[in-house]
T-cell receptor, first 112, second 113 residues
């Protein structure tokens, strides 16, 4: 069964550094999403992406964040200058329509 | 703003017991509701999705119900097994958004052998 994949599984970075989290959505899906989960807290929506543009973003998704679909298979989340509070598990998801979302295994980001 | 609450926060049951997990949401204008399972340090596995026009969905030992007007959903697990131990998350889509899921904090289920 096709799955959403994410790399790396764990990323450690220094505060102020740029990180890129990578996702490969399920191949025939059209909608792509990023969520994050700070340890012990709820899963929070960051951004959705459809037809090569952001369709919705949360208040968390400020100018430090950007998303891109650089080719036909990858979907990336960039954090330009990481802060301590960006430490979280980041989940990518995709869906074929506006219905069920399929989640990847997550990337654990640790900012030191 | 949509808020999702899950009760109880944690539940411990002996193997074989039937159990119910609860989810409530504040804005009843939803498109759908999904139940997920999350194992420690892992991703989210979708269990069931209920469209707003539906009342329930079943998959194996799992049954999810939706009462949109009262803002409630339940996840019923029959004949629980130790392998069912995980955190169960409820998420709703809608309430002003076509795209994002709003999650509850989850119920941590422990099934004891």
């Amino acid at each position: 069964e096709p799955e959403v994949t994410q790399t790396p599984s764990h990323q450690v970075t220094q505060m102020g550094q740029e990180v890129i989290l990578r996702c490969v959505p399920i191949s025939n899906h059209l909608y792509f999403y990023w969520y994050r989960q700070i340890l012990g807290q709820k899963v929070e929506f960051l951004v959705s992406f459809y037809n090569n543009e952001i369709s919705e973003k949360s208040e968390i998704f400020d100018d430090q964040f950007s998303v891109e679909r650089p080719d036909g298979s990858n979907f990336t989340l960039k954090i330009r200058s990481t802060k301590l509070e960006d430490s979280a598990m980041y989940f990518c998801a995709s869906s074929p329509s506006e219905r069920k979302q399929f989640f990847g295994p997550g990337t654990r980001l640790t900012v030191l | 703003k949509q808020e999702v609450t899950q009760i109880p926060a944690a539940l411990s049951v002996p193997e074989g017991e039937n159990l119910v997990l609860n989810c409530s949401f504040t804005d009843s204008a939803i498109y759908n509701l999904q139940w997920f399972r999350q194992d420690p340090g892992k991703g989210l596995t979708s269990l069931l999705l209920i469209q707003s026009s539906q009342r329930e969905q079943t998959s194996g030992r799992l049954n999810a119900s939706l009462d949109k007007s009262s803002g409630r959903s339940t996840l019923y697990i029959a004949a629980s097994q130790p392998g069912d131990s995980a955190t169960y998350l409820c998420a709703v889509k809608g309430g002003g958004s076509n795209y994002k899921l709003t999650f509850g904090k989850g119920t941590l289920l422990t099934v004891n052998p």
